[in-house]
């Protein structure tokens, strides 16, 4: 989720509604007006011109103005504007362009949507401008004493008053900075308007608000008479009740479907991240990828290719969807790809990064139904698919996806890890030879690396300056003496933690406590190593944080709707020095109130929508690197040369993959989330990269949206980070789209031509970082960097040591098939494997269900006999049988319920 558009209806029926009672009766809006739909073209609909009538008798008794409600901009301009016309004619207006295709500059699209207002009479002068908007620090207010379509670049000419976050907005501070040359007679009302405006803004978590041109009549009344809105979609759980049902309206230019739709309200149900957006539905090129950078990155390489144009589709699933939430998806997908035959066939590249967390067999099992499902029209419609994947149990999922593949003949091609994640986009487009699909007996482990040789060569390190007062970084860089605790009973994150202690050689656990609030005190078992540990479980945070005084680092796994609330306490206390917020989806007024009390308390924070960081040596947050076998494979047991920064938690992994490919392996890397306002900057982690002189050479994976970027290339300008950076923003793909793209994260989207990862790229380069041509030269520049900085003997290369083991749970050795266990405890009729009760080979629960039935028919007959005998015995027989039917059936209802239990002997003599 994130911020998205909303109609001007409406935009306008909000502030109708609830300014009056901001402003205490001060303001009341004029704000009447109907839309008017598609439905009004079939009588039979609810929506028709009568019941408009009936609804809205204003109708007939003003003037009107009619245009469309579709975010198009500058509709003036483009002759999109009936003003000062009866009902019968704005009726006339809109019957004449409903669901007929328009031109507005370079988009063409059709109008389905008409806003008919009141015209509303006034003068020039009687008109204004005033936009309200954002920042990681402070919320925006622009304003100018001219308004209209002619109000030109009000960027530049408009008063500007930045309200730092959590700052009160006073009418007389509106009158000092932006009301200089407005009449003073309206200078107070127009004051208060705006007061009450800004209250609105954020009490109803908006992002933007424009209206141009408001008008002040005579009797001192505001009227909006054009509005543009955009609200952030993650405060849904703040204020869905002030919202109402809220209409998302696609961008003019692109159709609403149906199918985008099912997604989206599938995507508000669980907590995965479901996302759809059909770009066109008549290309050749498809893509199903995991993760929010991932699918960034597939969409620019099939753009660098020359297959933009062919894009069909762009969205990613992400968060460990579950198996049918998978089915669904791809079924969704593949329903859309099959709409429309192409006679040179179709491209379907399933990819992504490298999974922190998610099951890829899970989720590839909810893809092969929905490849069985539609296994005809696939090879009907010649569509040729390629699949990278990798994390959590890919090698099951690549196994299961492959069989399927040659049991139904449909040709897929499966790679893992061992292939770069964007590999089998030129494979499928026909452009480069297919690679050998690897072996999936076993997983892949870590790449050999031969060191450069040194003989005989001259080396001249670079000394780089100490860094100047005034600008060291305030975040705390991790030791292997650093603890944390971990808010939330996450035991497989945690057991993760502990298990890379264990691989770096730690002395001691990085994990002291975790804390839950849902239940007493208690302790929780975990390994370290082979041996068992018990682990502190603390209902309140002050409690932890009392009887764990030396823990520096926060895990928050809380939700998105009580992280704000946890994270707040947790700053509360001085020994905690750095917080890691897990969760996505949390409003941009809330995280911008945690920035604002971290920077004041000196509080490092990472995060929102993060998976978290890692050090080898040192520390891992949460999830970040994935399963052991993916820490083996890129070398985080032990530190490296190369510090990274990225986005997407994702991508972090496949950074991890690519640097331990290119160079001697990570230093540190840190995936800083995907939200608008990430906690921590790019460029406060590149300060703590350029004061260790451990870390070499540093990576940055920017993405569209956002400045962050642009302060990192005023400190390599201004001479404050010396070291090599080698540089890339995903997004370039934008430029090939009309409409205006959503990507996978709330922050992916270009507010500006400057918010662009082109215009960031080219002034990377500009500026001296080491950027390449394309997110797919990427690993070739960093171990061209690399070479360079061991010849020059900036890095001095060490032998390989041996790799850690690291035991693996049994409950994860079994899923995988690697394992079985002998019972501990077997009886004649059961064993501790959870297999059902049996008697002589026979179900034990129907075994009673039997006896049930003979006693159910016995006691017809007792029953049939006592009608003509009244005698005691009967009637003792009659209440023995339906006694002995009553424990039976408490028998069966018992044997039930344990039928699958595990008797654990073993257990219970530990216990």
């Not at 502030?15 to 009447?32: D, F, Q, R, T």
């Not at 209250?199 to 908006?206: A, G, I, M």
């Not at 969760?583 to 109130?593: M, N, S, Y």
């Amino acid at each position: 989720m994130s911020v998205k558009c909303i109609r001007e209806h409406t935009g306008k029926a909000l502030l109708e509604k609830y300014l009056p009672e901001i402003s205490g009766g001060k303001h009341k809006m004029g704000c009447a007006g109907v839309l008017v739909s598609p439905l009004v073209l079939d009588p039979t609909s609810g929506q028709t011109w009568d019941t408009i009538l009936e609804a809205n008798p204003w109708l007939l008794k003003s003037k009107l103005v009619a245009k469309p409600d579709q975010l198009i901009k500058r509709r003036g301009k483009a002759g999109l504007l009936a003003v000062n016309v009866t009902f019968e004619a704005a009726k006339a207006w809109i019957i004449e362009r409903m669901c007929k295709e328009q031109k507005v500059e370079a988009v063409t699209g059709q109008l389905t949507h008409f806003l008919i207002e009141p015209f509303v009479p006034h003068a020039q002068e009687q008109e204004f401008y005033i936009c309200l908007l954002s920042d990681r620090y402070h919320d925006e207010i622009l304003f100018y004493h001219e308004g209209g379509v002619d109000v030109g670049d009000v960027d530049s000419k408009a008063e500007k008053l930045e309200l730092p976050t959590g700052q009160q907005l006073t009418p007389a501070l509106v009158t000092s900075k932006l009301l200089g040359k407005v009449p003073a007679a309206k200078q107070a009302n127009l004051a208060s308007f705006v007061c009450s405006l800004f209250k609105f803004y954020q009490d109803l978590h908006f992002a933007y608000l424009e209206i141009n041109p408001l008008v002040m009549l005579d009797d001192n009344s505001v009227v909006p008479l054009d509005m543009a809105a955009k609200i952030d979609e993650t405060a849904n759980f703040l204020v869905s009740a002030k919202w109402g049902e809220v209409d998302w309206p696609p961008p003019f230019g692109r159709a609403a479907y149906p199918e985008e739709a099912l997604i989206r309200e599938m995507d508000g149900r669980t907590g995965a991240s479901l996302k759809l957006t059909i770009l066109n539905d008549k290309g050749r090129v498809w893509t199903m990828v995991a993760g929010g950078g991932a699918s960034v990155v597939y969409a620019d390489t099939v753009a660098d290719y020359g297959m933009g144009h062919e894009l069909a589709n762009y969205g990613e699933y992400s968060g460990a969807p579950s198996t049918e939430e998978t089915f669904v998806y791809a079924k969704t997908l593949l329903s859309l790809m099959l709409k429309y035959k192409h006679p040179d066939g179709k491209f379907l590249i399933i990819g992504g990064g490298i999974a922190n967390f998610t099951d890829v067999a899970a989720t590839f099992t909810g893809l092969i139904q929905a490849l069985q499902h539609y296994a005809a029209e696939i090879k009907e419609h010649k569509i040729k698919i390629y699949i990278r994947r990798a994390g959590p149990n890919y090698l099951e999922g690549l196994r299961k996806v492959k069989a399927a593949s040659e049991k139904l003949g449909l040709g897929l091609k499966v790679y893992g890890p061992e292939t770069h994640i964007t590999a089998v986009i030129p494979m499928a487009l026909g452009l480069i030879a297919d690679l050998p699909e690897p072996d999936l007996s076993e997983a892949c482990g870590p790449p050999k690396r031969k060191m450069i040789d040194m003989t005989g060569r001259k080396t001249n390190p670079k000394v780089h300056p100490k860094p100047p007062a005034g600008t060291k970084h305030t975040l705390i860089t991790s030791t292997p003496e650093t603890t944390c605790i971990v808010y939330g009973l996450q035991n497989r994150a945690v057991q993760g933690m502990l298990d890379f202690d264990f691989m770096c050689k730690r002395k001691k656990p990085s994990v002291e406590a975790m804390i839950f609030p849902f239940s007493g005190n208690h302790y929780v078992k975990f390994y370290w190593g082979t041996n068992e540990i018990l682990m502190p479980v603390y209902t309140a945070t002050k409690e932890a944080v009392q009887k764990h005084p030396n823990v520096s680092v926060f895990v928050n796994f809380a939700s998105f709707r009580s992280v704000h609330e946890t994270t707040m306490e947790a700053m509360n206390y001085p020994n905690i020095k750095t917080v890691a917020i897990i969760a996505e989806g949390v409003p941009e007024q809330q995280t911008k109130d945690i920035i604002r009390v971290a920077e004041a308390k000196g509080v490092g924070l990472i995060g929102p929508a993060t998976v978290g960081g890692i050090k080898p040596g040192c520390l891992r947050i949460a999830n970040t690197g994935g399963m052991l076998d993916n820490i083996v494979m890129s070398r985080l047991y032990r530190p490296g040369s190369v510090a990274y920064v990225s986005k997407s938690g994702g991508m972090s992994n496949e950074l991890n993959n690519m640097i331990a490919q290119q160079s001697d392996g990570v230093y540190e890397g840190v995936a800083i989330g995907g939200d608008r306002y990430p906690g921590s900057r790019f460029l406060d982690h590149f300060l703590r990269y350029q004061d260790d002189e451990k870390a070499k050479m540093l990576v940055l994976l920017g993405e569209v949206g956002g400045c962050d970027e642009y302060d990192l290339i005023d400190a390599v300008k201004s001479g404050r980070i010396t070291k090599p950076v080698v540089a890339w923003c995903v997004g370039t793909c934008a430029s090939c789209f009309t409409t205006e793209v959503q990507f996978g994260h709330a922050g992916a989207l270009a507010r500006g031509d400057m918010e662009t990862a082109m215009a960031k790229n080219k002034a990377m380069k500009e500026a001296g970082f080491y950027v390449p041509e394309s997110f797919d030269k990427l690993p070739a520049l960093v171990n061209q960097v690399y070479t360079s900085l061991v010849e020059n003997g900036d890095i001095v290369e060490t032998p390989e040591g041996e790799t850690p083991q690291v035991p693996m749970d049994y409950t994860w050795a079994k899923k995988l098939g690697m394992v079985r266990k002998p019972a501990n405890f077997i009886s004649s009729i059961s064993d501790d494997r959870g297999e059902e009760l049996k008697y002589l080979s026979s179900s034990v629960i129907f075994i009673c269900l039997l006896l049930l039935l003979l006693l159910l028919l016995l006691v017809v007959v007792v029953v049939v006999s006592c009608s003509c005998c009244c005698c005691c015995v009967c009637r003792c027989c009659c209440c023995c049988c339906v006694c002995c039917c009553l424990l039976l059936f408490h028998l069966f209802r018992l044997l039930r319920s344990n039928s699958r239990a595990v008797i654990s002997f073993e257990s219970e003599v530990s216990a």
